[in-house]
């Protein structure tokens, strides 16, 4: 009997340690469980906006592609093949390669790293019309080749510096929406890539 009554006071001891301990340690991990709640949330909106295209051009073309023989210098027969040419251009940035860490003690966003442009070019090429001739006929390796040399002719007009430089603005433009949550959240953002100078951050 006695010593139950000295039992019963070591559990309740232990008890009364325990919870102690749990206190305290969920009152010194409210930062940690802050930065984890912040950094979800600016993630999150970093996800939803994924694959982003910022850029598409459509240009079209047509192509007229003359083709004859000479018999000493003189042209005795031609052909011609004209081309109707469709280039859809693609400016893209895959968000998922951004970098940026969440510094919630100090209430800021740093951005480390930014993806590169993806820039894709589609050419698709339609034979509008064909002057044939008896004598000389256009065959299936003809039409092929001017169909390729018309798909390399759209592709050469592209102006992929120009299409970075327009790309990256508009993306710039875009991560507006991150940047204004963060400052929601009364973050200062921080450019470590030096890419950002044209946003007021």
């Known amino acids: 009997m006695r010593n139950l009554k000295l039992f019963i006071p070591f559990i309740a001891g232990i008890i009364l340690m325990l919870i102690l301990f749990f206190s305290f340690r969920s009152c010194f991990s409210i930062s ?3 930065e984890k709640s912040d950094y979800y949330i600016l993630t999150n909106q970093i996800s939803k906006m994924n694959k982003m295209v910022v850029l598409e051009q459509d240009i ?6 003359k083709m004859g023989y000479e018999f000493f210098g003189r042209e005795m027969t031609s052909n011609s093949i004209i081309t109707y040419t469709k280039t859809n251009a693609q400016v893209s940035y895959d968000l998922n390669k951004m970098k940026m860490e969440v510094d919630s003690v100090n209430k800021k966003l740093i951005i480390t790293e930014l993806p590169n442009p993806d820039i894709r070019i589609t ?13 000389n006929r256009i065959s299936e390796k003809d039409i092929k080749n001017v169909q390729q040399k018309a798909k390399q002719t759209a592709i050469k007009s592209i102006d992929q510096n120009k299409l970075k430089n327009e790309g990256k603005q508009q993306l710039m433009e875009n991560l507006n929406n991150i940047f204004v ?3 929601a959240l009364n973050y200062t953002i921080e450019d470590e890539t030096g890419q950002l100078g044209i946003l007021k951050l």
Do not use: R
């Open 181 to 183: 949550l963060a400052k």
């Open 123 to 135: 050419p698709s090429v339609e034979i509008q019309s064909m002057d044939d001739s008896f004598l």
């Open 32 to 34: 940690e469980k802050t």
């Open 60 to 65: 079209s073309s047509m192509q007229k592609t």
